[in-house]
């Protein structure tokens, strides 16, 4: 199943996609901190943090749309139930590949900017702000891929999907202006809220901060859910194939 499904995101050119999202990314981050006076690596981690929760929402939505939405229009939802791999399953099996994807991409992302930040001379750095964020924003992206697969197997019309990633993109930069009590509820708005990094009013300045015990028992909360409403939704898909 998997290698089927690496034969279809060749097909699809998905790679083109990822690995020219993933450049331009890496060239921003690295070139946002060559133009800065200030070398201070929290500045920087909340830099790479608001390019995150614009941009790759919209990649996740853009490249689960394609790899199921070829479903859709091939036929290959009743193909598949019929040698054995029921529309739940497959949906897993893209979720794997997704995942296969989404983690050595995130984890690129960030530690290529953060090695060359550190070679340029990189102040203040904190390795369990930057760990912290990388372990929870690959968590992030893969229940926002969770919520795409589902919303892309559920409606034929990719617009849906990207839409909503666009939407959520939107949503996720507003949050940072939002005060927490607010944006706890917002599930989009985590990766805000995961950041390890905000504008101090006492120094005018962006420092290291604590997200707080609450916050993580909020994301546990939402990758809990999403995770169950993913397992529920392709165990409830298989059911009624068998």
Same mark, same amino acid.
């Given at each position: 199943m998997i290698a089927i499904e =690496?034969?279809?995101?060749?097909? /699809?050119?998905? &790679?083109?996609m990822v690995l020219g999202m993933l450049f331009l990314l890496c060239l921003f981050n690295i070139g946002s901190f060559g133009a800065s006076r200030i070398k201070d690596l929290a500045a920087e981690l909340s830099g790479i943090g608001m390019i995150q929760a =614009?941009? *790759?929402? +919209? /990649? +996740?939505a853009t490249i689960t749309t394609r790899i199921v939405e070829i479903e859709h229009s091939g036929g290959g939802w009743r193909s598949f139930s019929l040698i054995g791999a029921p529309p739940g399953t497959l949906c897993r099996t893209k979720f794997a590949i997704l995942t296969i994807i989404l983690i050595p991409f #995130?984890? *690129?992302? +960030?530690?290529?900017? /953060? $090695? =060359?930040?550190l070679s340029a001379g990189g102040t203040n750095f904190k390795a369990s702000a930057w760990v912290s964020y990388i372990l929870c924003v690959i968590i992030m992206n893969l229940l926002t891929c969770m919520v795409h697969i589902i919303l892309a197997h559920r409606y034929d019309n990719q617009l849906v999907s990207i839409g909503v990633g666009t939407l959520g993109a939107f949503i996720a930069m507003f949050s940072f202006l939002l005060p927490r009590y607010i944006t706890r509820f917002i599930?989009? $708005?985590?990766? !805000?809220? +995961?950041?390890? $990094? %905000? &504008? !101090?009013?006492? %120094?005018?300045? /962006? *420092?290291? #901060?604590?997200p707080g015990i609450l916050t993580y028992l909020c994301f546990t909360t939402l990758t809990i859910l999403i995770a169950g409403g993913f397992y529920y939704h392709t165990t409830q898909l298989n059911k009624g194939e068998s």
């Open positions: =690496f034969r279809k995101l060749r097909h /699809l050119k998905i &790679a083109p =614009f941009l *790759v929402p +919209i /990649l +996740i #995130t984890l *690129v992302e +960030i530690l290529v900017p /953060l $090695a =060359f930040y599930p989009w $708005a985590y990766y !805000s809220l +995961i950041l390890p $990094a %905000t &504008a !101090s009013s006492e %120094t005018h300045s /962006l *420092v290291y #901060t604590n």
